[in-house]
């Protein structure tokens, strides 16, 4: 099956820069959109930034200028890079993909999340 192994994860402080990233590997044929999610206790699950397989990006409106999505088709990996931390972007983050397996079958996968602290 399926599998998205997330890294990059730790404790950093304000106005710090934090590198996440994900690859997928398993019985893949494609991987179409992937993304980075983020919860913090208490809060919904909020969409951080997604990039088709076609590479066109969307992000939140809170990080929008700071975060930067990008993808490595050949590897199967998607990046996040934060730029700028703030303590709000403190909360566990999970990358996403939607992926076409060898079946043929869409399946949509989540890492199993990674930890993300800015403090002082």
């Known amino acids: 099956q399926v599998q998205l192994v997330e890294s990059g994860g730790g404790l950093v402080q304000p106005g710090g820069s934090l590198r996440l990233s994900c690859a997928a590997s398993g019985s893949i044929f494609r991987v179409d959109d992937m993304g980075w999610y983020r919860q913090a206790p208490g809060k919904q699950r909020e969409a951080v930034a997604v990039?088709?397989?076609?590479?066109?990006?969307n992000y939140a409106d809170s990080v929008k200028g700071r975060f930067t999505i990008s993808r490595d088709n050949a590897k199967n990996t998607v990046y996040l890079q934060m730029n700028s931390l703030k303590p709000e972007d403190t909360a566990v983050y999970f990358c996403t993909a939607r992926v076409v397996l060898t079946t043929r079958s869409q399946t949509d996968y989540w890492g199993q999340g990674t930890q993300v602290t800015v403090s002082s």
């Open positions: 990039i088709t397989g076609g590479g066109t990006t």
